[in-house]
Each structure stands twice: as C-alpha cells, then as structure tokens.
C-alpha cells in the first residue's frame, strides 16, 4: 500500500509540474482537491471560467497523499481537504497563507451496496456488519490515513462493530476507490461519503451512520502559502460566497 500510495503521489506531483508552465500563459490556478470531491469542484471550476476567468486545474486525491506531496514542495495554489486534521498538519508547517482557511462543506457518511445486490442492514450499536460480508470484504479508504477510512473506522468503532471486521477490509488509496470496488462487484459493502454514492449509479445506499458515531465531516479550504497565482485568492472566495457554495449543494453536500 505505501509503495501504491508513493506512485500515486508521484504521478500526482508530475501533473502539478507540467501544469506549471501552461499557468504562465495564463491557465487558472492549480487546485489539490479531495477525492470525493469531483464532479463538484469541476462544476465550481466550470461556474468560476463562465465568469471570464481562465479554468482552475484541479487535481485529485486522498486528502492525506495531497497533503504529503504540498510538505514536498508540489507547485500548487489552493488545498481543499475532506479532513481538519490534514489541513491543521500543512497549516503547522507554515505552508498556508495567512487568513485564508475557512470550512465551508460538511457531509454524510453511508454504507453501500451494489445497487444489483440490496441489502437490508440497519446501522445501529453491534449491527450484524461481519455477517453480512461472509467470506468477502469491506471497501473502505485507507482506515489510518485518508479520512474517508477515518471517519469509517471511528463509526464501526463507536458502533462496537470494528474488532468483528477490521481483518475482513479491502483498504483503498481514496474514497473514489472504495466506491469503484463497490460499484463493479468486487466487494458487497462499502463506506463512502453520501455524495459519492449520489455520483455513482452502481450502488445505492444501505443505511446512514449517525453523525454522532464519527467526527464532523469538515472540508476546509486554503491557499497555499506558496502560491503566486493571481486568481488563488480570487477562486477561493468564490468556493466560499453564496453562489459556490449553491454548485456544491447540488452535488449533495452539506454548506456552511
């Protein structure tokens, strides 16, 4: 997994480079944002160059791979994370820029099935989880880093569920990839966020866990301390006003 997560991240950084000198001729700004953010941010990205202004680059990862390669000197301008935890740790190596953190979405956290094979469970303390799954395995995002797989296992564990299936995971290297394991088959339950199942048409939500099993789902939002980009400042207020904040609603997300 961690050699996985090292090319991604590679791979990642390469985009970010090669992004750099097309922002001299006048692209938008480069956005690190959260995997399950997609369809939202390009929407957000589409409604902000309607405006006139050159399209936002964006691209897209677990909110822990996005971090590291931001504490690597990636040539990035804006960080969007699904977590607080991922920006407190870029904001305390002095990576942002004063005064432009805000949290602005919030989100739910769902069990899925694949939409061909319902499931019944109903999420309460000790749910039947393990028995469910049988011989097959849960897709999550990584449980120790990406906060998808956080907020998943703080909510099996507060449930009394996690020590009858943390042996019975299929980890991914982010939210996006969870859902996919669920959407073709290859698991029979997973733990994504409720706007990555409202975009995937291959499954259908099982149950909701109660906000009160996992920390607040929190997606703040910063410019990078490093940046140089005229409109970094500029997109940032704009995923934040009323307006930005209306695309991401569309999506399903809660706002702030």
Request: aromatic content about 8%; hydrophobic content about 50%; glycine content about 6%.
């Amino acid at each position: 997994m961690r050699r996985l997560l090292a090319y991604l991240t590679s791979l990642t950084m390469l985009f970010a480079a090669l992004a750099m000198p097309a922002a001299a001729q006048g692209s938008g700004p480069l956005v690190l944002a959260a995997a399950s953010l997609q369809e939202s941010m390009n929407a957000a990205a589409d409604a902000w160059t309607a405006k006139g202004h050159p399209r936002p680059k964006i691209s897209f990862a677990g909110s822990s791979a996005l971090a590291r390669q931001i504490e690597a000197g990636a040539p990035a301008d804006i960080f969007v994370s699904a977590d607080e935890p991922w920006m407190d740790e870029v904001q305390s190596k002095g990576l942002l820029r004063a005064k432009t953190r805000v949290s602005f979405l919030t989100n739910d956290l769902v069990l899925i099935a694949p939409a061909a094979k319902p499931s019944r469970l109903k999420i309460r303390p000790g749910f039947a989880l393990a028995a469910a799954l049988g011989p097959n395995r849960l897709a999550v995002a990584d449980t120790n880093a990406v906060p998808a797989g956080v907020y998943a296992k703080q909510a099996l564990t507060r449930l009394k569920v996690w020590p009858s299936v943390q042996g019975k995971l299929a980890p991914a290297e982010n939210v996006r990839a969870a859902l996919a394991l669920v959407s073709r088959g290859a698991a029979p339950l997973g733990i994504v966020y409720s706007t990555d199942a409202r975009a995937e048409p291959g499954v259908r939500v099982v149950d909701t866990f109660p906000a009160s099993s996992h920390d607040p789902i929190s997606y703040p939002v910063a410019v990078l301390a490093s940046s140089r980009h005229k409109d970094a400042e500029g997109f940032r207020r704009f995923l934040i006003s009323a307006e930005g904040k209306a695309v991401f609603r569309r999506f399903g997300f809660g706002t702030r």
